[in-house]
């Protein structure tokens, strides 16, 4: 059996989610999907829900078969309890494939790191976009 893991927030879910979630599961047969913990997450404001409703909704998502919170402190942790085959990185994840690879590697894994590139074109396809529109549009 080949096992896929994703990663991601997964704040305020959309249609760029679920596609990236579906590209993934292609990858293999079993989809591993890890929610980033709310305080590790750094590159961008916090989420706007937590991070045991991201987890309850990611779950229930059709092609996630597994859903995981990530480790408070090393965010390989859960990658190498796993042992994926393949490690799918979302389009606009800002993590970089060949520094996710050496470290894979230094860690003892031997799991393909693959970019999925398709997406949605739209004003609406990000968390961050979403929340700024309902703040423009909604608030007084």
């Keep these: 059996m080949k096992v896929v893991v994703a990663t991601g927030v997964f704040d305020i879910l959309h249609?760029?989610?679920i596609l990236y979630l579906?590209?993934?599961?292609?990858?293999?047969?079993?989809?591993v999907?890890?929610?980033a913990r709310d305080?590790?997450?750094e590159h961008r404001k916090k989420p706007v829900t937590g991070e045991r409703q991201r987890l309850a909704v990611v779950s229930a998502l059709k092609p996630v078969d597994?859903?995981?919170l990530g480790d408070h402190e090393d965010m390989y942790k859960p990658i190498i309890e796993i042992n994926p085959d393949i490690v799918a990185l979302g389009r606009n994840q800002h993590?970089?494939?060949?520094?996710?690879?050496?470290?894979?590697k230094k860690r003892g894994l031997k799991a393909k790191?693959?970019?999925i590139e398709e997406h949605l074109e739209g004003d609406l396809n990000s968390s961050s976009k979403i929340?700024?529109?309902i703040k423009r549009e909604k608030c007084i």
């Design 131 to 133: 929340v700024e529109k």
């Design 113 to 115: 790191v693959v970019r």
């Design 95 to 104: 993590f970089k494939e060949e520094e996710i690879r050496e470290e894979l």
């Design 39 to 41: 305080k590790t997450i």
């Design 66 to 68: 597994e859903a995981i």
């Design 15 to 17: 249609p760029g989610h």
């Design 33 to 35: 999907v890890i929610v």
């Design 22 to 31: 579906e590209e993934a599961k292609k990858l293999g047969d079993k989809l």
